[in-house]
């Protein structure tokens, strides 16, 4: 699907969610119609019938009657563990697939990872260290993409520990976001 197709669903069972932007852990109910506005980094955002967005994570797929995404938006060649050294340039790019549910647009381009460092440890592996933002700090999704973005580098080969820190200052805005992204969302 498109970021910008809606499709109309019927839930098929109850179904944990997190209402967008207050960041409320809400259950869909069984049978409750929604629409399908985006599906980006593994996860779903949809319209509930009560009008609100709401993000589902993607191992609930089958309760909107669907496959669970894959959260990379295209396919890359994995280099096995064992062979596969620590690349700070994977870790951006891993941080690539963490979209903001309201926007198509994931949190790299968006501008709001202010600092991505990586620590070596004395075991050879590294503490990778982000400094992240939200575009308002009254968003409460700050604690669920940073969740994200936590769960997806510490996957990463070389990678033992992860910090996510939500910083507020300097406070983001548009000037942060790439050329690709407002190019997307016309705000040229």
């Not at 960041?23 to 985006?38: I, K, S």
């Not at 596969?84 to 926007?103: G, H, M, N, W």
């Not at 996957?155 to 406070?171: F, K, Q, R, T, Y």
């Amino acid at each position: 699907m498109t970021p910008g197709g809606q499709i109309p669903l019927t839930l098929e069972r109850n179904c944990p969610a997190v209402e967008i932007p207050s960041g409320r852990h809400v259950t869909l109910l069984e049978g409750e119609q929604v629409v399908l506005v985006q599906t980006l980094g593994g996860s779903f955002t949809i319209q509930s019938d009560q009008g609100y967005l709401a993000r589902v994570a993607g191992a609930d797929a089958a309760a909107l009657g669907l496959d669970e995404p894959d959260p990379t938006e295209e396919v890359v060649d994995e280099v096995p563990a064992e062979n596969a050294k620590f690349d700070l340039e994977q870790v951006i790019e891993e941080l690539r697939t963490v979209f903001d549910p309201e926007i198509p647009i994931n949190v790299v381009e968006l501008g709001l990872v202010y600092a991505c460092d990586a620590l070596p440890l004395a075991d050879g592996t590294h503490r990778v260290e982000i400094k992240m933002s939200m575009t308002a700090p009254g968003c409460g999704m700050g604690d669920v993409l940073a969740d994200d973005a936590r769960a997806r580098v510490q996957a990463l080969p070389g990678v033992s520990e992860v910090d996510v820190e939500l910083v507020w200052d300097p406070p983001w805005d548009m000037s942060r976001m790439s050329e690709a992204a407002r190019l997307e969302l016309g705000m040229w």
